[in-house]
Nanobody, 121 residues
């Protein structure tokens, strides 16, 4: 079992930056691929970014490519999402996930409770 706790969300203005963190506890963190998804009001949950267990491969949704960066520290059991040049359409609840799946259609086994990101125009 893996427990995931997100932090770092908040209210910012368009163009600002935020860094989300996801702290993992429980089973071996380093063996899992990690990802970030988000869900805006009235919309389905969508893939944002993913990183392989080794950190050697990353994937991004087209909508965030070039603005967001996913990284991880296996020593700290933490995955990060650096979000730059934020836009109002980035407003959503952001969820951290872990599992053996990969990318936007992978099967992820564990999910955090989410952290709200609100970007005002």
């Amino acid at each position: 079992q893996v427990q995931l706790v997100e932090s770092g969300g908040g209210l910012v203005q368009a163009g600002d930056s935020l860094r989300l963190s996801c702290a993992a506890s429980g089973r071996t963190f380093s063996g899992y691929n990690m990802g970030w998804f988000r869900q805006a009001p009235g919309k389905e949950r969508e893939f944002v970014a993913a990183i392989r267990w080794s950190g050697g491969l990353r994937a991004y949704a087209d909508s965030v490519k070039g603005r967001f960066t996913i990284s991880r520290s296996n020593d700290r059991n933490t995955v990060y999402l650096q979000m730059n040049s934020l836009k109002p359409e980035d407003t959503a609840v952001y969820y951290c996930t872990a599992g053996m799946g990969w990318g936007p259609t992978g099967q992820y086994d564990y999910w955090g409770q989410g952290t709200q990101v609100t970007v005002s125009s």
